[in-house]
């Protein structure tokens, strides 16, 4: 079977859709930091014991490594890209978190149960899943955690009432972005210089997630696609002030869970 490769080889149509839409230099990062922020507040709020081990669930290169690895005694990270696994090997060597790191090269749903985690994060993963195993993984996620573990989703969001499909490409060095079917969708995805993404609509996400045995502790969206934003507006305080807000806005969503005992 053919090694897996994420689609966007270098992050170069990523980078594109950045520069293309971030309104001041340095806001996607900025919006992005205001999110891990709060998860970690989140994070030092917990008893040591429920401090023990943290898996990220597609770390690719592993820049969120060393963000978390201060509040887990031991860190599990996975990626089916070897060459992103490779880069995270580096991350974990340079900031001296060889000793407490066992990184594995494979997918999610490959990871065998009775893990007891008592923190899963899955950071921008979800969108480039086909559809009908987005659910299936999220619930093998929860089956990992321990009674009381967090699940911290970062994920696109959908402004509309219903979940989007999209995919993105470089065209003579532009960026295409088109509306595209669920169906079409699925057929893009793992076609390198493709990036296929689902915008998820946040409401009916969370209720499906409920069901699996988990209640939503916070809910934010971000990285506004507004254009004219200055840099000294706290836009994303704005975005997230109010539930009818937060329904128009955001091309990105954070949701954080809590396994129900
Ligand atoms: C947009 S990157 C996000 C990487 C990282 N979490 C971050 O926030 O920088 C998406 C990653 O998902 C990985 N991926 C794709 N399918 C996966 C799966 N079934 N389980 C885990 N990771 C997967 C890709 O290899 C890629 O590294």
Same mark, same amino acid.
């Given at each position: 079977?053919?090694?897996?490769q994420?689609p966007?080889?270098? *992050?170069? +149509?990523?980078n594109?859709? $950045?520069?293309? =839409?971030? @309104?001041y230099?340095?806001?996607?990062?900025?919006? !992005?930091?205001?999110?891990?922020?709060r998860?970690?507040?989140?994070?030092?709020?917990?008893?040591e014991?429920?401090?023990?081990?943290?898996?990220?669930?597609?770390?690719g290169g592993g820049?969120?490594?060393?963000?978390?690895?201060?509040?887990?005694?031991?860190?599990?990270?996975?990626?089916?890209?070897n060459?992103?696994?490779?880069?995270?090997?580096?991350?974990?060597?340079?900031?001296n978190?060889?000793?407490?790191?066992?990184?594995?090269?494979?997918k999610?749903?490959?990871l065998?149960?009775?893990?007891?985690? *008592?923190? +899963?994060?899955?950071?921008? $993963?979800?969108? =480039?899943? @086909?559809?009908?195993?987005?659910?299936?993984?999220? !619930?093998?996620l929860?089956n990992l955690?321990?009674?009381?573990?967090?699940?911290a989703?970062t994920t696109?969001?959908?402004?509309?009432?219903?979940?989007?499909y999209?995919k993105?490409?470089?065209e003579?060095g532009?960026?295409?972005?088109?509306a595209i079917?669920?169906?079409?969708?699925?057929?893009?995805?793992?076609?390198?210089?493709?990036?296929?993404?689902?915008?998820?609509?946040?409401?009916?996400?969370?209720?499906?997630?409920?069901?699996?045995?988990?209640?939503?502790?916070d809910?934010?969206?971000?990285?506004?696609?507004?254009?004219?934003?200055h840099?000294?507006?706290?836009?994303?305080?704005?975005l997230n002030?109010?539930?009818?807000?937060?329904?128009q806005?955001?091309?990105?969503?954070?949701?954080?869970?809590r396994?129900?005992n």
């Open positions: 079977m053919k090694a897996y994420y966007d080889t270098h *992050d170069v +149509i990523t594109q859709y $950045i520069k293309h =839409h971030e @309104p230099p340095q806001y996607w990062q900025k919006s !992005e930091d205001r999110i891990l922020n998860l970690i507040d989140h994070l030092r709020s917990l008893p014991k429920g401090r023990q081990r943290f898996l990220d669930a597609g770390c820049r969120l490594l060393p963000v978390f690895a201060p509040y887990f005694r031991e860190i599990i990270a996975l990626d089916p890209d060459n992103r696994l490779n880069m995270a090997k580096d991350i974990i060597n340079k900031n978190l060889t000793e407490k790191t066992s990184l594995f090269n494979c999610t749903e490959e065998k149960d009775q893990q007891n985690f *008592d923190f +899963i994060l899955s950071s921008h $993963i979800l969108q =480039h899943l @086909p559809t009908n195993s987005v659910f299936p993984i999220l !619930e093998h929860i955690l321990n009674p009381n573990g967090l699940l989703v696109c969001h959908s402004i509309a009432p219903h979940d989007v999209t993105s490409y470089l003579n532009q960026l295409q972005e088109i079917s669920k169906e079409e969708f699925n057929r893009c995805i793992d076609q390198t210089g493709i990036l296929p993404a689902h915008f998820f609509e946040s409401e009916t996400f969370t209720k499906t997630i409920n069901t699996l045995g988990m209640e939503r502790l809910f934010q969206v971000f990285h506004a696609n507004i254009p004219d934003i840099p000294l507006t706290d836009t994303d305080d704005l002030a109010s539930p009818e807000m937060q329904a806005h955001g091309r990105d969503m954070y949701l954080l869970f396994k129900i």
